[in-house]
């Protein structure tokens, strides 16, 4: 009988490419996705630790879900629920010990696993234990990608492709070096071989995804290692794949090579996402950053030659220790001379056990909060010329999911932004389906003109087809 499986997933893209993993793993083993944990018999929550009350969030979820399990106990029905993503590996022992409801945890490394250690907590259980203690947060020698199942089908025509893990940076303020290990690279033939199973079955869009993915080195066939200008390149060669990004990049490994694949590769898409953190050379020191404020800019001078169009994302942190109203005042002179298209903005939360949490002097939380307000209504502002300056552009849009309206499609832009486009009133037809006419577009990329923007989305017009990869 088939059971179902309920994944919550928190935090980066690299745990939506590991939930939508883990339901590989279990689906042979008879567990189809269910929509909500009510009628699961397995949950699992895969968490993030990145940012402060992470541990919080998932004390209370576990508080909600252990109603449900005593409600299915009394009628007779198991129900496990397991812990999975960086919480668990930093904090699982001590999860398992406050929370007896939990009765899996599992780090990221390990979930490949997941069979092996849900048969164990069902014998725990069949032993008479209201919950299993099965715990697994190593970091084997052998990966989860030795291990994984081929993937079913894809739901959606752009996908996340995992091909590096962990860190060797430990940024002063970062848990990731300590929660996902040191840095691997999955090997070339490795991530060529998913990448054209993706396309088989209709993909166009990748992104490759890495804590710090332009540090990979991948081993190519010969043995030599691969950086990720040459991977891009032998990913586009993939027949069907017309789109390719990654993230998240560090600027230190912002080679050469690499920003010469945003001018010479046409399925290289002109986004790049580039965390600089901080506009001081003082704070980015003390991050560990080992990098200056002109190096940042330097490289950004370079790319914006190679590709002029390029979009920049970022992400800051305000309020790191130590950082003063002039070091702020750096920041935002940074951001005005970037000009981001879009960026993310963090107040800086202790993480337990990395160095900057015990540095004494702490920026108070409302100097936080005042700093971080005017760096997002700045950001903001650049967020949204960026996209008034598209209005009148006509792009390819590769069109992903349905809107709220009827006959709305939402898409990418090359540059990133959700584009909403009305094909009710399309009179281009791509399927010769008559009857919903804009159900054929799904999936594809098409030709829209920009009418409208608005700071976190645009509306376009459907002006024509593009030939298909
Ligand atoms: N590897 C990327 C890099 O080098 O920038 C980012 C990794 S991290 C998963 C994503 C973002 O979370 C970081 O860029 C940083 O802005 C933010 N972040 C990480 N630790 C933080 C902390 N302790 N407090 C606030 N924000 C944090
Ligand atoms: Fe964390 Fe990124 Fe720094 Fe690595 S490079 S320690 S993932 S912020």
Redesign the pocket.
Known sequence: MSKKVFIKTYGCQMNVYDSNRMANVLKPHGYEMSESSDDADLVILNTCHIREKAAEKVYSEIGRLKKNKVAKAAEGNDMFIAIAGCVAQAEGAEMMKRAPAVDMVLGPQTYHRLPEMLKEAQAQRDAGRNSSRVMDTEFPVDTKFDHLPEESDFDNPAQFLTIQEG?????A?????YT?GAEYSRSVADVISEAERMAAKGVVEITLLG??VNAYHGAEEQGEAAGLAALIKAVAAVDGISRIRYT?S?PRDMDDELINVHRDVDACMPYLHL?V?SGSDKILAA???QHTREDYFATIDKLRAARPDLALSG?FIVGFPGETDQDFEDTLDLVRRVKYAQAYSFKYSPRPGTPASTIEEQVPEEVKSARLARLQDLLEQHQQEFNDASVGMEMDILLEREGKQAGQLIGRSPYLQAVHVDLQTADIALDADRDTPYSGYMDKLVRVKIVEAGQRSLKGELVGTVPQP
């Open positions: 860190c060797d940076k430990f940024c303020f970062c848990v990731v070096p996902r804590q710090n998240t560090h965390p953190q991050m560990n950053r992400d």
